[in-house]
């Protein structure tokens, strides 16, 4: 086999090319782009480097593709998972082009360079010298679509059930601390429905503000007992939370008000399924407007994410806390990791770069994460794939 580090370019033309090849996704048309280019370049490198490539499109999503390198067999196996897409930028507001990396105060700046497209040249790099010859368990690298607007590309692995490995990483920015929580995340739609009339005879229609008032007060009751009833402190907000993000309804005065909607947002924390805590809203929230006459409808605003935990004792768990000499804990961002974890997969969160420059302007990579970076990859290579 010819050894991979003659084919690969160096670690900043790599970092160079990723951040050029635009891939913004999101659920605004205007913004939304293929991630082709990104996965184009990924493939050419993984296949020099001696993975067998697969590019496939994601059912539903155009335009759309996720990418499976892989390389030897086995029943384990490590997967060093990241996502192709970048959120949409601020116009105007960097002070840098965001698709062209630039290395300033030992940082590279770009869009992706964090979150999280700068992870594969990094896993690259560290497994340049590598001879995938000799691996005794998989190694796969899988780059996926549309994590930042639907995860639509996670989501159809899922729902094939691929099987990819046994162990698996998502290089998220952590500033390299091992996580293995996450919150879940559902939006949703709630609609009551009433009849309008002059505002001088209440009998003349049927109040959906009032019946609004009714069920906002028993939200917030099945919130308080919510955060009564589970609480992890592993997490900085240890209960999980519902929020009332947006309301509408009617029109003016002197009317009945006759459509009323509220938007909420709730993260339950691992342990709560999304299917229940929906159930058990409808529930409760039905239960509120009975006999008024008044409809109540709830709509997801989105097909929701569940919460995520990885067991503490997992092998992944206990070897990335002991080779980053850190207890895997919680962050209050959401990933593919649920989903990885339903494909069979113990996952732990854990790249180089922090959040709080992720979907941000001017996002950079502190060049000194690198050597830490490739470092544990080749750790965990060895452990996984080489022993
Ligand atoms: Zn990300």
């Keep these: ?14 970092m160079h090319q990723l951040i050029a090849a635009p891939s913004i996704s999101s659920v605004s048309a205007q913004w939304d782009q293929s991630n082709r ?13 001696g993975f067998t490539v697969e590019i ?27 996502h192709t897409d970048t959120v949409p930028y601020d116009e105007g507001q960097w002070t840098t082009d965001p698709f062209r990396l630039q290395e300033k105060d030992h940082r590279w700046y770009g869009l992706g360079t964090a979150d999280m497209k700068g992870f ?7 497994i340049r010298e590598l001879d995938l010859g000799t691996l005794t368990q998989p190694l796969v690298l899988l780059a996926t679509a549309d994590e930042e607007s639907s995860m639509c590309g996670a989501r159809s692995l899922m729902d094939v059930q691929r099987t990819l490995g046994r162990h698996a990483v998502i290089g998220e920015p952590t500033g390299l601390k091992p996580i293995r929580m996450h919150k879940g995340i559902a939006m949703e739609a709630i609609r009551v429905s009433g009849t309008s009339g002059h505002s001088s005879n209440p009998e ?26 589970h609480r992890n402190p592993l997490f900085e907000v240890e209960v999980p939370t519902v929020n009332l993000g947006h309301i509408h309804g009617g029109d003016n005065p002197n009317r009945i008000c006759a459509q009323c909607e509220l ?13 229940q805590v929906r159930e058990d809203m409808d529930r409760r929230l039905g239960a509120s407007l009975a006999g008024s006459g008044l409809v109540m409808e709830r709509v997801p605003l989105f097909e929701g994410l569940p919460a995520m935990e990885t067991e503490r004792d ?51 990579l502190g060049m000194d994460q690198l050597e830490p970076a490739m470092r544990i990859i080749r750790d965990l290579v060895k452990r996984f794939c080489l022993a």
Aim: proline share 7%.
């Design 263 to 275: 938007h909420i947002d709730i993260r339950p924390l691992p342990g709560m399924s999304l299917d």
């Design 1 to 14: 086999m010819q050894p991979a580090c003659m084919a690969l370019p160096s670690l900043p033309q790599m």
């Design 314 to 364: 997992a092998l992944i768990v206990k070897t990335l806390e002991q080779l980053t000499n850190s207890q895997a804990g919680a962050v209050a961002f959401g990933t593919e990791a649920p989903f990885l974890n339903a494909m069979g997969m113990d996952t732990v969160i854990l790249g180089p770069g922090s959040i709080d420059q992720a979907h941000q302007p001017d996002e950079f």
């Design 37 to 49: 280019g990104v996965v184009e370049v990924l493939s050419g490198w993984c296949r020099d480097a």
């Design 120 to 126: 594969f040249a990094i896993v690259l790099e560290a």
């Design 56 to 82: 496939l499109d994601v059912p539903g999503c155009p335009g759309k593709y996720n990418l499976i390198a892989s390389a030897g067999s086995g029943p384990e196996g490590l997967v060093l998972s990241g």
């Design 204 to 229: 003349l229609g049927n109040n959906a503000l009032e019946g609004m008032h009714r069920l906002i007060t028993e939200l917030l009751r099945w919130r308080a007992e919510l955060q009564a009833q």
